[in-house]
Nanobody, 118 residues
């Protein structure tokens, strides 16, 4: 059974930090690039950050570049998103994504809510 389970979301004040985790199971984690996406109410689901299979290459949306860091631990089959200096506009449901380069087969997690509010 393929699973991507996000955790670590919650309520945080502007300027605060959160670390999201996504635990994978049921597939060959090291064969998949990983990404974090987010979707705010009434908005499209947009890419936040992505990381290559071995972790050597990362990419970030301009809106989070310099504040967020994506990382992965293939031994633990887990991908992380460290979010610093959070802003109100970061409020969204954050989704974990896995995609295989060979055929673009992909999986999605259920999402975790991040709310940035004073």
């Amino acid at each position: 059974q393929v699973q991507l389970v996000e955790s670590g979301g919650g309520l945080v004040q502007p300027g605060g930090s959160l670390r999201l985790s996504c635990a994978a199971s049921g597939f060959t984690f090291s064969s998949y690039a990983m990404g974090w996406y987010r979707q705010a109410p009434g908005k499209e689901r947009d890419l936040v950050a992505r990381i290559s299979t071995g972790g050597a290459t990362t990419n970030y949306a301009d809106s989070v570049n310099g504040r967020f860091t994506i990382s992965r631990d293939n031994a633990k089959k887990t991908v992380y998103l460290q979010m610093n200096n959070l802003k109100i506009e970061d409020t969204a449901v954050y989704y974990c994504n896995a995609i295989r380069a060979i055929d673009y087969s992909q999986y999605w997690g259920q999402g975790t809510q991040v709310t940035v509010s004073s």
